[in-house]
DNA sequence: ATAATATGACTGACCAGTCAGTCATCGTCA
DNA sequence: TGACGATGACTGACTGGTCAGTCATATTAT
């Protein structure tokens, strides 16, 4: 402890790019998702719009920036530069990266709890809500970047309590406790046997997490055909159906 | 003669401490793994011996870092500083960074399949021997540190295909591959009902990566008793258990 | 006009990786 | 056995490049 004057650990946040022996720029490049880039049909004159409209091409671009590189290794130049804005411009709008991150994370879950909060409807068998909400998730989430999204809470989540808190609070215990109650009405109803399966709703759901999973690490090794996966799964729980 | 140089820096300059807004240093602090901090009853006198001591003790520190930060977040000082060496004998053991993040994977994930690989002898029912397997999993990889370095994995794969394949052709693609064999077995034994399972081994095991995942991410929230809930998925598979 | 916005050059903290120098071990010879 | 030079593991100050965040200046909507 000479005089290395440590200055408070400040923000930690480090990226890699050393650029020193490898340099494997190329590799590095964003897959540059085919996001829609229409050249602005709408000028947009006025300040309202045009600060919203902003602000989305800076989400859109964080959000494919985090997604592809996580939340140390992202650079706000980059962000600033997908988004077509300078970098000062995100300041305008996010006090910092952190608070960026963040908010981004929130934003994108909520869309993504509407579309699947929806329809408690039940008319008929308990089986067909839970696989109509199965063929749902999967169409919205496992098939899309909402996936990466989970994917994304799932690596950072350790390091930003906040989101975790979050995503718990906002989506895993109120899903759970959707799919208990479903649990239990289809044992009341006798659809299902086990009945000690309300007490882990989360091993209805296990399928689909390992799904998005599965697709953003191995699909190049082995395309997972997450419907057909799942529907053997409700096959376990609810019995094979007679029915094809 | 290295540093003749010394530069003067009457260090007049205010450090300035950047100081924006929020600091939040403590957050930062890493779990301190209960590790053993046992004080070396062995000084091992021998180059060999102590070369080995090392480089342990720099992957154990540099495990606890990545686990904790993930690669880009990790510094290498903080690995040199935990593992009690300086910073240049890091390089004496790896290439770089991304050589040392790679090869600690590796090489703790060798263990991990040679603890799961280990008794593929099945005598008696299939139910059996999968489930103590999950109890293996459980207790080897769930409630320890292991089910970080799965959750490492899922993080940092996406942006180390190296591993990501590594760990597909190793782990995943053997571990499906005798997960199948098994279901096949008890299909034919009429342990097991639905027929289909055996497409998708995934269904398995989803819910001991589910456990992995929720471990790390919620336990704070809503411990889970990864081996109850699997043995219910057990239930699920192979029928309710009769006994007790 | 002029306030609200946007810009991007700039600052300084930060950190991966280097390398000249140190010193604990080891081999060898008296 | 004991002393001494050779070896190479270890150290940590240093370099060079990176990037979050700032702010004086420029642009634009009203």
């Known amino acids: 402890m000479a005089m290395t004057k440590r200055i408070e650990e400040t923000n930690r946040s480090r990226p890699a790019k050393r650029r020193t022996t490898t340099i494997r720029a190329a590799a590095t490049r ?38 592809a590189r996580g ?75 909402r996936g990466d999204i989970v994917r994304l809470i799932v690596s950072e989540g350790p390091r930003f309590p906040t989101i975790a808190d979050f995503y718990f609070r906002e989506v895993v215990s109120k899903g759970m406790a959707a799919m208990q109650a479903l649990i239990q009405l289809a044992i009341t109803r006798g659809e299902i046997r086990q009945r000690q399966l309300a007490q882990f709703p989360q091993l209805v759901v296990a399928p689909a997490i390992v799904a998005v999973i599965w697709q953003s690490l191995f699909a190049r090794h082995a395309p997972l055909d997450a419907l057909a996966m799942f529907k053997v799964h409700l096959d376990l729980i609810f019995g094979e159906r007679s029915k094809p």
């Open 30 to 67: 964003i897959p540059k998702v085919a996001s829609a880039k229409l050249p602005e049909p709408k000028p947009a004159a006025n300040r309202a719009e045009k600060s919203a409209e902003r602000r989305a091409a800076i989400v859109e671009a964080a959000m494919d920036e985090f997604i």
């Open 71 to 145: 939340f140390a290794a992202t650079r706000l130049d980059d962000v600033a530069k997908r988004a077509g804005v300078a970098k000062g411009t995100l300041y305008l709008y996010f006090k910092d990266k952190e608070s960026m991150f963040e908010e981004l994370i929130r934003t994108a879950v909520v869309p993504l709890v509407n579309r699947m909060a929806a329809p408690p409807t039940i008319t008929g068998p308990v089986r067909d809500a839970v696989e109509r909400f199965a063929e749902t998730f999967i169409r919205e989430i496992v098939s899309t970047r």
